[in-house]
């Protein structure tokens, strides 16, 4: 690449979007996007169910509209666009190694890079379902893709496997479009996406939800034939004798979404096994200087809007580093998931600005009361493992505290269970 | 009318199930079950008037770009939600569209317009 680039992007998504163009505004000159895909938005376009923007824009939008906000934003602020390249090598150094049909073999190193590169979908082999290995079984986001882009239905007889966001939109939109899902699984006690996605996916068409259920064998030569369905104990073990079989055609499966991290591995970006993505400081740098992360591929989000706000924050140091050649770590503070939460990002804040800390907890309950040190305490009616749970801590507070070392953050449940 | 009927409040990660008590003409008689006032609000608009936002796609005819993805442009009845789809199959769209164009006015009676939610150049256009 001739010319030196500030800021490189790796990922075109809502995330890589959002970082491009909060590092523009933050002064980079040179951003440059870079996504194997042959358009801008990643999985934004095949997203055409609303709910998307009702906390950025305060407006309820579709994915194409929610993309096409930010790609106008992206392209006023003349960030620049690589498309259908892909990144084969990061190193420690940020050096990016890409190659396209078009631009051949590329090599540069940016004054800074941002890791946007979402997240992927867990699927059959990854969740081990015994069986032949017929036609038929895809991902709810590879079936959104056949449904809403390129124009066909995969079936016409649906098993959701795993009660995801997507997989309860899928079960929804196969529906509209005349198939029948006869059910979706789900392994947990509790669904896995959004309680208004339960109502208006499911509730509405009146799909049943099996909780405490899983898919123990997959049936079918050429074609999938049916399905069979267990309930599982506590252990989530199925249990025998409760086997139940469901006919169809397809099985979808929705069972949760891994960030997306090999790059970062070679780069020798310290992961954290629980979320799967990135260890972050509060500017959403890594471990490895100059590369920042942010968006699905450091956690997976509930909400769109999130994912753009934690990338513009990472785009936002991007830009500074880029621009200072450093950045000092805002790392001052670990924090820690203490008792019913599951992880905690930002992982070390600089304890003495403004932070947002996004955490899930482990276990759901009712009447929860969530305590970040002694700092900050919030009451919740209900958490449940599927709601991000955001808190927000003042600088001031955070200094006045005057942090040692770690800061601990614990769900407590106030009654009932 | 069904003398019971049960809401699930969708305000909240509680999911509060609320009960409808109704009386004999099917007047709202009483509320069981909701943890606060937003809820009851909820309940008694979904009660009233269950609306969903549609959304869907229309086919092109363009090998590039077969679905032009479409919503309605206000909530209508979930009832109407089938009868809009039945539509969205029928209706025959010619490029270039533009996000926010109507493609079918006043769709089914519903009240709302059935609206593109992005752009389809067509084949002169760079997509």
New interface residues.
């Given amino acids: 690449m001739a010319s030196r680039v500030d800021v490189a992007v790796i990922g075109a998504g809502p995330a890589g979007l959002a970082a491009a163009i909060a590092a523009r505004e933050q002064g980079a000159e040179k951003v440059l996007i870079i996504e194997r895909a042959e ?1 801008l938005g990643g999985l934004l ?1 095949q997203c ?3 709910g998307f923007g009702l906390l950025y824009f305060e407006q ?1 939008m ?1 994915g ?2 929610y993309e ?1 906000a930010f790609i106008a934003k992206a392209m006023s602020l003349g960030v620049e666009t690589r498309l259908e390249t892909m990144v084969i090598d990061l190193d420690a150094e940020r050096g990016i190694t890409a190659v396209s049909r078009k631009h051949g073999y590329m090599r540069f190193k940016p004054g800074a890079v941002v890791l946007a590169m979402g997240c992927r979908e867990r699927s059959r082999g990854a969740v081990g379902i015994p069986g032949t290995r017929p036609a038929g079984v895809l991902t709810a986001g590879t079936c959104q893709r056949f449904v ?4 066909y239905m995969p079936g016409t007889r649906y098993v959701v496997l795993g009660s995801g966001d997507i997989g309860m939109i899928m079960a929804r939109r196969l529906t ?2 005349g198939a029948k899902v006869e059910a979706v699984v789900e392994i947990m006690p509790w669904p896995g996406g959004l ?2 996605n ?3 996916c499911l ?2 068409f009146g799909i049943p939800l099996l909780l405490e259920s899983t898919v123990t064998f997959i049936h079918g030569e050429e074609r999938v034939e049916g399905v069979t369905v267990c309930r599982v104990d506590a252990e989530r073990r199925p249990v025998e004798g409760t086997e139940k079989s469901y006919p169809c055609d397809c099985l979808l499966v929705s069972a949760g979404l891994i960030p997306e991290n090999e790059l970062s591995r070679k780069a020798g970006v310290e992961l954290d096994p629980v979320t799967g993505g990135p260890v972050v400081d509060q500017n959403r740098q890594t471990s490895v200087p100059g590369v920042f992360a942010g968006g699905n591929v450091v956690q997976v989000h509930d909400l769109v809007d999130w994912v753009s706000w934690e990338a513009e924050a990472a785009g936002r140091a991007a830009a500074r580093f880029a621009d200072k050649g450093e950045l000092k770590a805002a790392a001052g503070v670990r924090v820690m998931p203490g008792d019913n939460i599951k992880y905690v990002v930002p992982h070390t804040i600089s304890g003495r600005e403004d932070v947002t800390l996004h955490m899930r907890v482990t276990q759901p309950g ?1 009447k929860a009361t969530v305590k970040a040190g002694g700092i900050l305490s919030k009451r ?5 493992p ?2 991000m749970v955001v808190l927000d801590l003042k600088g001031e507070a955070l200094k006045e505290a005057g942090l040692k070392g770690e800061l601990v953050v614990d769900c407590e449940m106030r009654g009932g269970g | 009318m069904a003398p019971k009927e049960t809401i699930i409040c969708i305000g909240c990660p509680l999911g509060c199930r609320v009960t409808v008590i109704q009386d004999k003409k099917g007047n709202v008689a009483g509320l069981k079950g909701a943890e606060c006032k937003q809820g009851q609000k909820y309940v008694l608009e979904e009660l009233k008037n269950p609306v969903r936002t549609l959304t869907a796609t229309v086919p092109t005819g363009d090998e590039g770009f077969p679905l032009l993805p479409v919503r309605t442009s206000l909530s209508i009845l979930k009832t109407l939600l089938k009868p809009v789809m039945v539509e969205t199959a029928r209706v025959k769209v010619k490029p270039p569209v533009k996000a926010g164009d109507v493609i079918l006015k006043n769709v089914k009676r519903t009240g709302a317009d059935l609206i593109a939610t992005a752009d389809w150049p067509g084949s002169t256009g760079e997509g």
């Fill in positions: 358009q376009p055409i169910h609303n309820d579709t194409p509209e096409k809403n882009i390129e124009g509209l479009e309680i208004r339960e109502v208006q509730h509405d009712l919740f009616r209900s958490v449940r599927s709601e």
